[in-house]
């Protein structure tokens, strides 16, 4: 075991004592649930809550339940004042199941409660509390507890004549009941929790005092679940000087461990798998007699297990034909044998490796398990005798020879270790190995009959492959040289000048070095006046020249602390507008100041490092040093802003539509700045709740199922602020705009038909991907393909599609000859579409009609007219007859006519 520093350092707590109707929490936090609240059955909503407060101190916290399944009930609370004004009104889920609320007067108060589950109202109801003015305590808020002795606490006073009129029931910090007596006599640090009823059913009270040292400090430990075989540091957070003291497991004897400011536990000093517990105690000046004590645990757990076989030893000292067989007897996370590179992960208890084909040599297994190192060296050996051949090299051992640890100027210088190569000049390499850490050092050996090596005291193994040939492994034991013993924080903060007194029971001389190199000497118990900020370093070496300890060297550094500031932080608030500020100090411990709350009228409302309020408006914090006038301080004003406790949750919600098949619903606050997170709840018709996780944080959801969306907002500490639901509906408005395949359109006149596809929100056309209008109906005048975007009163959106032809564009089609009688060569005339109306007539070279024909309608596939070759029921004469085609489209003014020549051949 081994002290590594200590230092004087005070730290002193100071708790502000605040007496509620209940607690919400633990360890002096109002705001968490500490209270007995009657219980209901499971799912069934019953408001419960007292019915008298008593105010102490100027103010009582009333806790109120609503029972009911926290799960899907939604909670709605008003509070009502004695003349029936509204205080507060709040609403929401699981956290609003119970609710708390400061009292400041006397008086008659309205608690009323409704509650919903799922979409219906199923509970209301409301409660009567009488506010009046409570007992006179004389608990303090803070007591010592001096190492330890009982130190007794009273929560009130012993001499009242109505003492008796009162039950003072007492908790721990865990919540079990451990007295019903006014005082309570404790040793173990720590919260504790009072509630103070009276005998006739009147007012109870509760509230909390805070029992512990004088000294504000922790344990600290390493490792707090540590292996076999592993080193643990013992440590406090402030720099204290103390005693150290270890109970073993199994034992309830205290072992001195020595003082200092930390302890380091070495492996051999921790042989034992168990429980261990560290006591550390300190002394205070400011009040002598009374130390401060603290205790901490630590686990020490069994290494890994594992077998090694050697199956097979390697013929000589380079043959490579040696086998092991790993035998695991508890389930390992990893295993590794370092000189191969190989790893086994998760490996169950009773698992079996077998590593073939290697050569004699040291080998370093590591095993892990549930965060436990386990390090062993396995010496794989040769056969006896060695089955050489001609090729094996000739194994001739070095000479070796061994120099201890030797004092230097600043502490102890590394032994010597020295080979003897007597046959001369060798080639190969060595390796350094420690039980338990594996290699320490290695390196090669190139044409050398003699090598030295550093090495720091301790017990090692030596490997020597020579012309690849590894000689049999040596133990080697490097003796430590002694060091004196001495410590000093390794950091120190300075507010203009501290006094280091390097702590240590042996007659020493110490050297410090300064920052700016300058040097002091002095003798042990003689102090050396820090005042520079920056790196240190003090060596000590022994007063009597005779002495045989090393001299020993540490480092430390120093912040020099002229000044300080603070400020007033928010440390915890409560989803009810409760705060908690605290002390954020920077420069110098809260043990050396005196801490003053002040209201907006000067008024002092606090003294402790942290301070409860659920008054807004104006503060001013001030802190001044303690003991240390030269540190100044100026106040701190600060404002404690309303809390958002409650906002307008509202939405737009759009209708299911066919296509995408989804809607979008919109979420919107009217304080969106105070949402820090957000949750989306689905009910279908028949009430029914699901969660839709999917959803979290999300201002606008997309869905496809129809049905009753709910959105709960929370703000930056997770409380609910609001929530509100909203209907989403699938569309019925689903008819698609009514289009024809075609229309046609006179280009020439710039003419068209008027194209109605229906009663829709907004229209948008396009022609080869441009709009051309947004009006609800169109008209075309141009050829090309159409695209027509609707969109319904519900907002969904449907498209067609159409093409246009110009039907003021006249094509025909007809032969100057025809053969009577051969149906291949008849007589046929066609049109394109947008003709409407077409006659036709053939006349003989006498000028005489021999053939007229009027188009009924204008055929899609076929011709528009066609003629035999027949005039008055007979053939007509062989010879060349006028054709005149007349066409029209009346609806556009379009009309033209063609002439031209027949041949008709027999």
Known sequence: MKSLSQFSFLKVGLLGLVVFWTWLGVVGNPFRNYTEVESNPAGTPNLSGPQELCIVFGAVIGTFSGGGDPGIDVYYWEILDPQGNLLIERSGGAQFQSINYSFHETGIYTIKLRVRRNAAFIYQDQLRVTVKNGPELVILPDYLICGEDPTLITALDPDDPNLSNFVVTWKNQAGQIVSNSNALSVTQEGFYYFTVTSNTGGCEVNGNTYAGPSLDFSLTVSNSSSCKGSEVTLSTDTPLSGDWFLIRPGS?????????????????????????????????????????????????????????????????????NGQIQLNNLVGLDSLIVEELGQKWSNLPSGSNQILSNLPPQMYTIIAYTSGCKYVRLYDLETKQPPLNNSSTPTIIPPQVSIQAETCGATGANPGTLSLDFTQGNVTGEYRILAEGVGLIQQGVITDQSKVNLNVPGGMYFLELKIDGC???????????????????????????????????????????????????????????????????????????????????????????????????????????????????????????????????????VGRGVQYFSSFTGPHSLVVQPLRSGYCPSVPFDFIIEQPVLSVEVNFVAEKICPDPGFASIEMSTNRDDAIRAIEWIFFDDAGNRRDLPQYSGQRTIQTSEPGNYEAVVYNRIGCEIGRNFTKLEKSTLLAEPALDNQYGVCVKNQKGPAIDPGSFASYRWYLEGNLVSEAPIFMPSEVGNYTLEVVTQDGCSFAGAFSTYDLCFFEYKMP?????????????????????????????????LIYYQEMVENPETGPAFSWDGYAFGKPAIVGTYAVVLKVSNSAYGFSQKVTQSLLVIQ
């Open 252 to 320: 309830t004897t205290r072992e001195n461990l020595g003082g200092g400011f930390q302890i380091l536990l070495e492996k051999e000093d921790l042989q034992t798998v168990g429980t261990y517990q560290a006591i550390f105690s300190a002394n205070d000046p400011n009040y002598p007699g009374c130390k401060s004590t603290r205790k901490i645990n630590f686990e020490i757990n069994e290494t890994p297990a594992i077998q090694i076989t050697t199956l097979e030893k390697p013929d000589n000292c380079s043959f490579p």
């Open 470 to 604: 590894t000689y049999p492994v040596e133990p080697i034991d490097i003796p430590k040289k002694p060091q004196v013993d001495f410590s000093v924080p390794s950091e120190i903060s300075i507010c203009e000048v501290f006094d280091l007194f390097p702590d240590t029971n042996q007659e020493l001389t110490f050297t410090l070095t300064y920052p700016d190199l300058s040097t002091q000497t002095l003798d042990s118990g003689e102090a050396f006046s820090l005042t520079m900020e920056g790196a240190y370093e003090i060596i000590a070496v022994p007063q009597d020249p005779n002495s045989e300890l090393c001299p020993k060297t540490q480092a430390f550094t120093a912040r020099l602390s002229n000044s300080f500031s603070f400020e007033a932080e928010l440390l915890e608030e409560d989803c009810f507008g409760n705060q908690i500020f605290h002390v954020k100090l920077d420069g110098v411990p809260e043990n050396e100041v005196s801490i003053r709350w002040f209201n907006q009228d000067g008024t002092i």
């Open 816 to 848: 100057d000859a025809m053969i009577l009688d051969d149906p291949t060569r008849k007589f046929d005339v066609w049109i394109n579409q947008g003709i409407t109306e077409a006659e036709l007539f053939i006349i003989n070279r006498q000028g005489q």
